[in-house]
């Protein structure tokens, strides 16, 4: 595609490093699923089982980033610079309480939250161990959604990608140090990730709240200005959760399939999330660009940008695909010796990649929507196609399908999310301008 437009620019210029900080989770999940996977196949099944739950807790709370991202940058494009930081004030604490909250949550219920998997007693075991020593880390991940998500809506997405780079490379050293260097199993793991992620929290906190201080912004908490950020974010919560549940969902048709298919899933579903991510890239620039130019009021630029958007994730999924099936001889043996486990996941991948351009264009117009703010329309469209993925994914158990029969349904999930997308996105009511919606 060549850079023929300022449209190309601009959408490069916030694109690309968001794509290193959207990959942060994904690449570290891969670290430890490369390094997990050489303790076994009952620890690769129980990081499957864990991950999903984990990623499930902390996926709810994206409206930290997203919303804030919307919110943040609308008042950017209205010129309400300090009004902007206040907002993204309001965020953090909000991460910070619902951080607390849910952290004590996740270690108190691990046990259940494993068990409603059913999963052998040995991946039970590597589970509970993994998802308590995670969920001690996830007040410091809901600061990183929300204080990226504030630097995203002041249209800087490179701060969020050194911190991610830096993290990763962390996480790396430390899994490393944990699990084979302290002999700490699946649990070092957990700990050396929850200890990266910590520290890049921290350091992006930090960014926010010197910004917020050089303008002038309040830094105590607004309580107000707090629950307006809960309320306006409850919307995206139901959408998260019906893609959270829809994935949980898989996980579960997985485990029915026996441990082989549980361990081919979590591998498949983690570079999935991986090559997601990176398309989301694009719905990030989405996100900040739609908002400023609607606190602008450019209803006419905001329609412009989108439909150059959508070529880009189209085509970004069809690289990504060619990538994901083309290169899978490579990679697969990175994750694990078994050859039962190798032959599954490479069948997979194969349907994977082929759904890629759909997943482009569905994350690309996620951002849009989320960028105008029109959080109740996702809500809705969210619930529409999990409702009509359930009996999908559930036949696979009815009709032995197997672990592949189980990715072609969830392909139709996204399928179903692309109609109800773009369908919103022909019409006119989601264009809402001013500094807030």
């Not at 040995?122 to 589970?127: F, K, N, S």
């Not at 469209?381 to 032995?400: E, H, K, N, Q, T």
């Amino acid at each position: 595609m060549r850079l023929t437009s300022s449209q190309d620019r601009e959408i490069l210029r916030l694109a690309v490093p968001a794509f290193f900080a959207l990959v942060s989770e994904p690449l570290m999940l891969l670290a430890d699923s490369a390094i997990v996977g050489h303790l076994g196949t009952p620890q690769l099944a129980a990081l499957g089982i864990a991950g999903t739950i984990l990623q499930t807790l902390v996926g709810v709370c994206v409206f930290l980033a997203y919303g804030t991202t919307s919110a943040v940058a609308r008042r950017i494009g209205a010129g309400d610079h300090k009004g902007a930081l206040a907002q993204g004030i309001d965020g953090l604490w909000l991460a910070l309480l619902l951080g607390v909250v849910l952290a004590v949550v996740g270690v108190l219920l691990a046990p259940a939250a494993i068990g409603a998997f059913n999963p052998s007693p040995d991946v039970a075991d590597h589970a509970v161990i993994y998802l308590r020593i995670s969920c001690l880390g996830i007040p410091s991940m809901l600061l990183l959604l929300a204080a990226t998500g504030v630097l995203r809506g002041l249209q800087d997405t490179k701060t969020p990608m050194i911190v991610a780079i830096t993290a990763n490379l962390l996480n790396i050293v430390l899994n490393l140090i944990l699990v084979y260097g302290l002999d700490l199993d699946i649990a070092g793991s957990a700990l050396g990730t929850a200890l990266a992620q910590t520290a890049a929290g921290v350091a992006l906190v930090v960014v926010v709240v010197r910004g917020a201080r050089r303008d002038g912004a309040k830094l105590r908490p607004d309580f107000p200005g707090i629950r307006a950020s809960a309320h306006s974010g409850v919307p995206l919560v139901v959408r998260t959760l019906t893609l959270r549940v829809a994935i949980i969902l898989a996980t579960f048709v997985a485990t029915s399939l026996g441990t082989t298919s549980v361990a081919a899933h979590q591998v498949a579903f983690t570079l999935w999330s991986f090559l997601a991510l990176a398309l989301d890239a694009i719905a990030i620039a989405a996100q900040a660009l739609t908002g400023r130019a609607l606190g602008a009021g450019d209803v006419e630029g905001t329609r412009a940008i989108t439909r150059r958007m959508m070529w880009w994730g189209l085509w970004s999924g069809v690289v990504g695909g060619l990538a994901l099936w083309g290169l899978h001889s490579i990679y697969v043996p990175w994750f694990t010796e078994d050859p039962a486990v190798r032959h599954s996941l490479s069948a997979v991948l194969l349907v994977a990649a082929l759904w890629q351009p759909v997943n482009g264009v569905v994350f690309v117009l996620d951002g849009v929507l989320i960028g105008a703010g029109d959080g109740p329309y996702l809500a809705v469209a969210g619930v529409i196609a999990l409702v009509l993925y359930v009996p999908l994914a559930l036949s696979v158990i009815w009709f032995d399908g197997g672990v592949v029969a189980l990715w072609w349904a969830f392909g139709g999930f996204m399928l179903l999310r692309l109609l109800t997308l773009l369908t919103r996105e022909r019409r006119d009511a989601w264009l809402v301008t001013g500094a807030v919606r």
